[in-house]
């Protein structure tokens, strides 16, 4: 038995060498101008199922030094889904999306619409409920506190302090609550058809809208056989046909 467990830990650590090998060839590859042979090493560590920000990002930096529009903005946003803070990620997706043809505008927003998705976005799902966890317990020690307490001053602080956590544990329930559904309807995909037709029906027949070329960020609202529908920046919206984008 000892000796099986070492060989598992044995292969565990080989695992990992191994990749941290790849990953140092991959970068050896790149800082010497050789790009091609640096993204088929770092695509072979994602096929072994291992995913971090640094690797999405040299794989998107080497897919830009060749000009690769759309593989370069989808390993960008793929970086900026598991490191959201970092800002060398978002300037390198900025330049990428430079390249682009198509100049997507954005519906304008109110003030208030504006300031609540950003406290929204604040925190996590997870975050928010921890939050309204915390407020329950301090809600309900609170109110015992209060209850069993004398002397008319104290428990009116306690009063005041068990309803101000109730109310914050009723508006972060909601906060999270939304951004449950804000992550769960968020499906974005990466146009990387050179050009791909927009049509108004998840057909062949139906009839062009518009068009969209590679590197394009979409909404995926809705999929139908071969075809997804999807939303833009702007508000429009259309069907496209399943290969010519790519799911983050």
Same mark, same amino acid.
């Given at each position: 038995?000892?000796?099986?467990?070492?060989?598992?830990?044995?292969?565990?650590?080989?695992?990992?060498?191994?990749?941290?090998?790849?990953?140092?060839?991959?970068?050896?590859?790149?800082?010497?101008?050789?790009?091609?042979?640096?993204?088929?090493?770092?695509?072979?560590?994602?096929?072994?199922?291992?995913?971090?920000?640094? +690797?999405? =990002?040299?794989?998107?930096?080497?897919?830009?030094?060749? #000009?690769?529009?759309?593989?370069? %903005? !989808?390993?960008? &946003?793929?970086?900026?889904?598991?490191?959201?803070?970092?800002?060398?990620?978002?300037?390198?997706?900025?330049?990428?999306?430079?390249?682009?043809?198509?100049?997507?505008?954005?519906?304008?927003?109110?003030?208030?619409?504006?300031?609540?998705?950003?406290?929204?976005?604040?925190?996590?799902?997870?975050?928010?409920?921890?939050?309204?966890?915390?407020?329950?317990?301090?809600?309900?020690?609170?109110?015992?506190?209060?209850?069993?307490?004398?002397?008319?001053?104290?428990?009116?602080?306690?009063?005041?302090?068990?309803?101000?956590?109730?109310?914050?544990?009723?508006?972060? +329930?909601? =906060?999270?609550?939304?951004?449950?559904?804000?992550?769960? #309807?968020?499906?974005?995909?990466? %146009? !990387?058809?050179? &050009?791909?037709?927009?049509?108004?029906?998840?057909?062949?027949?139906?009839?062009?809208?518009?068009?969209?070329?590679?590197?394009?960020?979409?909404?995926?609202?809705?999929?139908?056989?071969?075809?997804?529908?999807?939303?833009?920046?702007?508000?429009?919206?259309?069907?496209?046909?399943?290969?010519?984008?790519?799911?983050?």
């Amino acid at each position: 038995m000892r000796n099986i467990l070492y060989i598992l830990v044995f292969l565990c650590s080989s695992s990992v060498i191994g990749q941290a090998d790849f990953f140092k060839k991959g970068n050896d590859f790149y800082n010497a101008g050789n790009y091609e042979t640096a993204i088929t090493t770092y695509m072979h560590i994602l096929k072994s199922n291992k995913h971090s920000a640094e +690797l999405y =990002f040299n794989l998107a930096n080497a897919h830009y030094k060749l #000009n690769h529009i759309a593989p370069s %903005v !989808f390993y960008y &946003e793929k970086a900026l889904q598991l490191n959201p803070k970092d800002q060398d990620i978002k300037n390198n997706l900025l330049f990428s999306k430079n390249m682009t043809i198509d100049a997507i505008g954005v519906l304008p927003e109110t003030g208030f619409s504006r300031m609540t998705k950003k406290v929204i976005h604040a925190l996590s799902f997870d975050g928010w409920a921890t939050f309204a966890v915390v407020c329950s317990i301090v809600f309900v020690v609170l109110f015992l506190i209060y209850y069993f307490v004398e002397g008319s001053l104290l428990k009116r602080v306690l009063f005041i302090g068990s309803s101000v956590s109730f109310l914050l544990m009723f508006i972060t +329930l909601i =906060f999270a609550f939304n951004k449950y559904s804000i992550d769960k #309807n968020n499906k974005p995909a990466i %146009v !990387f058809a050179k &050009e791909a037709e927009i049509k108004n029906e998840p057909n062949k027949r139906g009839n062009v809208v518009f068009k969209l070329h590679e590197g394009v960020k979409v909404q995926v609202l809705d999929s139908i056989k071969n075809w997804h529908k999807i939303k833009l920046t702007d508000g429009k919206q259309g069907w496209i046909s399943t290969k010519a984008i790519k799911r983050l």
